[in-house]
């Protein structure tokens, strides 16, 4: 197969989770090509690209209904490093991309599931206003919305909207959390970690209508590798390859959006955050 993997500029750290990925598939015996992710590359069979940005290369794989992979961070906070690990996905952002059903019963890294949790508060999760997973819609009216439907519910606004170090801790936060409220954030895998039951309110979020937690993070635990097992993971990624180019010719792929920057957008979130 020929397969094209777009880097950020050369300097961009997280280039590494599109490069741990290529030189596995490489391992087994496919071509790879490296450009910049404003670069596309003509012919290649499936596009690989950290990040679910609006780039040139990512734009083409989708005219051509190509799969791709979109690299992003791991979804086991604190289990990995940032930097050492990668979760993956065709077609899509976390939540609404595409991986084949893992092997039922080969066991891999994963944390440890906390009790459930059987009292506790409520915890409203908000995330940045123009974030990529919001798919375009108004945020500050959806906190809006939920803190009327829990009036006595915490809030805990995503790390980068804050002062550094306002925040206390994930792991401690969550244990006075019975009932944990998200959008789209993976701060809901922390806390389905935790004992917490989670509402997801986007079908895009990873932990939309989860029915099993020792499933759900069965399979979530395919879907992300250390840099060096990727050579171990590379063979089941290829094999959804076939089904994710179905799916791509028929275009059931996310799209990339510009981000959801408006000022009006960013001043509806903050105004929404007056009362917390």
Same mark, same amino acid.
């Given at each position: 197969?020929?397969? @094209?993997?777009?880097?950020?500029?050369?300097?961009? +750290?997280? &280039?590494?989770?599109?490069?741990?990925?290529?030189?596995?598939?490489?391992?087994? $015996?496919?071509?790879?090509?490296?450009?910049?992710?404003?670069?596309?590359?003509? $012919?290649?069979?499936?596009?690989? *690209?950290?990040?679910?940005? *609006?780039?040139?290369?990512?734009?083409?794989?989708?005219?051509?209904?190509?799969?791709?992979?979109?690299?992003?961070?791991? #979804?086991?906070?604190?289990?990995?490093?940032?930097?050492?690990?990668?979760?993956?996905?065709? &077609?899509?952002?976390?939540? $609404?991309?595409?991986?084949?059903?893992?092997?039922?019963?080969?066991?891999?890294?994963?944390?440890?599931?906390?009790?459930?949790?059987?009292? @506790? $508060?409520?915890?409203?999760?908000? %995330?940045?206003? &123009?974030?990529?997973?919001?798919?375009?819609? !108004?945020?500050? %009216?959806?906190?809006? !919305?939920?803190?009327?439907?829990?009036?006595?519910?915490?809030?805990?606004?995503?790390?980068?909207?804050?002062?550094?170090?306002?925040?206390?801790?994930?792991?401690?936060?969550?244990? /006075?959390?019975?009932?944990?409220?998200?959008?789209?954030?993976?701060?809901?895998?922390?806390?389905? %970690?935790?004992?917490?039951?989670?509402?997801?309110?986007?079908?895009?979020?990873?932990?939309? &209508?989860?029915? !099993?937690?020792?499933?759900?993070?069965?399979?979530?635990?395919?879907? *992300?590798?250390?840099?060096?097992?990727?050579?171990?993971?590379?063979?089941?990624?290829?094999?959804?390859?076939?089904?994710?180019?179905? +799916?791509?010719?028929?275009?059931?792929?996310?799209?990339? +959006?510009? /981000?959801?920057?408006?000022?009006?957008?960013? %001043?509806?979130? #903050?105004?929404?955050?007056?009362?917390?």
């Amino acid at each position: 197969m020929r397969i @094209g993997v777009h880097l950020r500029d050369s300097d961009n +750290r997280t &280039n590494i989770r599109s490069i741990a990925l290529r030189d596995a598939l490489e391992a087994l $015996g496919h071509t790879t090509i490296t450009s910049h992710r404003d670069t596309p590359i003509k $012919g290649t069979e499936l596009v690989i *690209q950290t990040g679910f940005a *609006q780039t040139h290369a990512l734009l083409d794989a989708i005219d051509r209904r190509v799969p791709y992979i979109i690299m992003e961070a791991p #979804y086991f906070r604190g289990f990995y490093e940032f930097y050492e690990a990668s979760s993956w996905g065709y &077609n899509g952002l976390a939540g $609404g991309s595409w991986r084949p059903t893992p092997p039922p019963s080969e066991e891999r890294a994963k944390p440890m599931l906390l009790p459930l949790k059987t009292e @506790g $508060g409520i915890l409203i999760v908000g %995330q940045k206003p &123009n974030d990529h997973s919001l798919r375009g819609s !108004d945020h500050g %009216q959806w906190l809006l !919305d939920r803190f009327r439907e829990f009036p006595t519910a915490d809030f805990r606004p995503h790390p980068l909207t804050v002062a550094p170090g306002t925040l206390e801790p994930i792991d401690e936060a969550l244990r /006075k959390y019975k009932t944990v409220i998200t959008y789209t954030s993976t701060m809901g895998v922390d806390a389905l %970690q935790s004992g917490s039951i989670v509402r997801a309110d986007h079908r895009g979020s990873l932990c939309w &209508n989860v029915r !099993d937690r020792d499933v759900f993070f069965h399979d979530l635990s395919w879907a *992300q590798a250390s840099h060096g097992d990727f050579h171990r993971v590379g063979a089941y990624v290829l094999s959804g390859y076939d089904d994710a180019r179905s +799916r791509a010719e028929a275009g059931l792929v996310e799209h990339p +959006r510009p /981000k959801v920057d408006g000022p009006t957008i960013c %001043q509806r979130y #903050y105004r929404a955050l007056e009362g917390v």
